[in-house]
């Protein structure tokens, strides 16, 4: 088999990752405006984030943690890789169906679930009806999840990391079709008040709209993996040696799932009892989502069958080299961005978010978590490069035990600070499980042997990175200060923010040149290698 390009897999699935999170921000940023963080903006927010925590249960979590490692050893072996994907979709689609048809059912029970603050006033009515439109969502684009890991498997990263752009078109085009009016109320949900309140008509089309983005995205992939060679034939269900090793591996990470789920539970519950705060937690995730999803996803997507792959042909120099190197890059990338959050947050979400229903007392709310999340930033990306070296092995039992001490430290923070701060101990409880889960993988890694093991050259530069983010920090900090009267002004304020963020580039990057934290040209001579 053709080996893995890392580096150029890192950029593919980064760039258009960056795409696709820039779209997600253009769409938080219309919804923020029309929606605000008013009752309609928490019922959508919540019944969107159901299919959504489910999919990272069943697809992205356990089933593709599983699945990849078992695929990618087939590929390299040329052990009927095509049987084995078409059997894993048919059992994957069969559960799915089963259960969403059973959400729908339990639908009150869900929403009650994710935010029992909402008994009792009209967001859980809402968050209802929203969610058993939204919900089918799930079978999509866990389907199109499980073709993701096909493709990614063979080296083809491109398609899959185009996918979710379609969600965030579609979204997009679904408010902009709202606010047009050229649909006029046909669309509208009734909840027996009527739909006068803020952003009826468009969260109503948005939830549709998440809807027709699944069917998108799992086309867009079923045809990807066709030309790819992959012809993928669903039928009825068939338990195989494969499947049933398959199952063996992926409940534990189903379990370790539902405890990632968990946590984002308590953060919801905690939110859900102060108003406005699930919309204020949602649109700081936004922030840091975007260096998380830019650099973090795209290095777990990458790394994890290329080390699967590696570990089956006994390369162990190999392993640990495309460890060392995804580590490098990504905290390379990720401090500096985790600095600027810290450093820059009310600037950074009044101009992105401030307008319209989003007004300033929302900013002061969300700008502070977005800090806090800053300060997870790293452990967050260094989650996913840590645990593909357990994933590759077929390790899901270890990452799981990590998984439930993760949970109970986030438990412990989030309730006992949210006595003491209110709602943002939900996001000081996430930041510090996050760091708690990297500190549990790092240790899990010493018996592992010097494939685990991060090289020299990360090792001396880490501090250097460190260093240089600091120097970034500071000038931000400061530039800040001077341009505060051009952020403050509706005309000028984008134009400052870009100033801003191009001062952090400049500063960063000629900082880190100069103490030797990284060189440029070796990315651009280990890409043309990788191609």
Request: hydrophobic share 60%.
């Amino acid at each position: 088999m053709k080996p893995i390009r890392l580096m150029s897999g890192f950029l593919t699935v980064g760039v258009w990752t960056l795409l696709s999170r820039v779209l997600g921000f253009a769409r938080d940023v219309l919804i923020a405006g029309w929606l605000g963080a008013g009752p309609v903006a928490e019922a959508f927010l919540v019944a969107f984030s159901l299919p959504n925590m489910f999919r990272r249960f069943f697809a992205e979590g356990a089933f593709n943690t599983a699945f990849i490692p078992l695929f990618s050893k087939k590929l390299e072996t040329e052990d009927a890789p095509q049987a084995f994907a078409n059997d894993a979709f048919s059992a994957l689609g069969t559960l799915l169906i089963a259960f969403t048809l059973l959400a729908q059912v339990l639908m009150p029970w869900l929403v009650f679930a994710m935010a029992s603050g909402f008994t009792g006033d009209e967001r859980f009515g809402l968050a209802v009806v929203f969610g058993r439109i939204a919900f089918p969502y799930i079978l999509f684009i866990s389907l199109a999840a499980l073709l993701s890991g096909v493709l990614n498997a063979t080296g083809r990263f491109a398609a899959a990391a185009a996918a979710p752009v379609l969600l965030n078109i579609i979204l997009i085009g679904a408010l902009m079709l709202a606010e047009s009016g050229l649909l006029g109320g046909v669309m509208e949900v009734e909840t027996g008040r009527g739909a006068s309140r803020t952003g009826m008509h468009h969260a109503t089309l948005l939830v549709w709209g998440v809807l027709l983005a699944g069917v998108a995205q799992l086309a867009l992939l079923w045809v990807a993996a066709s030309r790819a060679g992959f012809r993928i034939r669903p039928h009825w269900p068939r338990v195989t040696p494969d499947l049933k090793r398959l199952a063996i591996i992926a409940l534990p990470a189903m379990l370790a799932g539902g405890v990632v789920q968990i946590n984002l539970l308590v953060g919801r519950q905690v939110a859900s009892f102060y108003d406005g705060a699930i919309a204020w937690l949602s649109y700081a995730d936004r922030l840091y989502q975007l260096p998380l999803g830019v650099v973090g996803i795209a290095v777990g997507v990458v790394l994890l069958p290329d080390l699967s792959r590696r570990l089956a042909a006994g390369d162990d120099s190999g392993s640990r080299h495309a460890l060392s190197r995804a580590g490098e890059v990504s905290l390379a990338l990720t401090i500096p961005s985790a600095v600027a959050l810290v450093a820059i947050p009310s600037q950074l979400v009044s101009v992105l978010f401030q307008r319209g229903a989003f007004g300033a007392e929302d900013t002061a709310a969300t700008a502070l978590i977005v800090a806090i999340y800053g300060l997870g930033l790293p452990a967050f990306v260094m989650q996913k490069v840590l645990q593909p070296l357990y994933f590759a092995r077929e390790d899901t039992r270890t990452p799981f035990r990590f998984a439930v001490v993760s949970m109970i430290v986030n438990i412990a923070v989030a309730v006992s600070m949210a006595w003491l701060l209110g709602y943002v101990g939900a996001a000081i409880g996430t930041t510090v499980a996050a760091w708690a889960m990297v500190a549990q993988l790092m240790r899990g890694r010493r018996d592992m042997g010097d494939i685990a093991r991060f090289d020299d050259r990360f090792r001396t530069r880490l501090w250097r990175i460190c260093a240089a983010a600091a120097i970034m920090g500071v000038t931000l900090w400061l530039s800040a200060l001077v341009l505060a009267p051009a952020l403050a002004m509706p005309g000028w304020r984008y134009l400052a923010l870009l100033v801003l963020v191009i001062v952090g580039i400049v500063t960063y990057f000629g900082a880190g040149q100069a103490i030797g934290a990284f060189r440029l040209a070796e990315f651009r001579a280990a890409m043309r290698r990788s191609g």
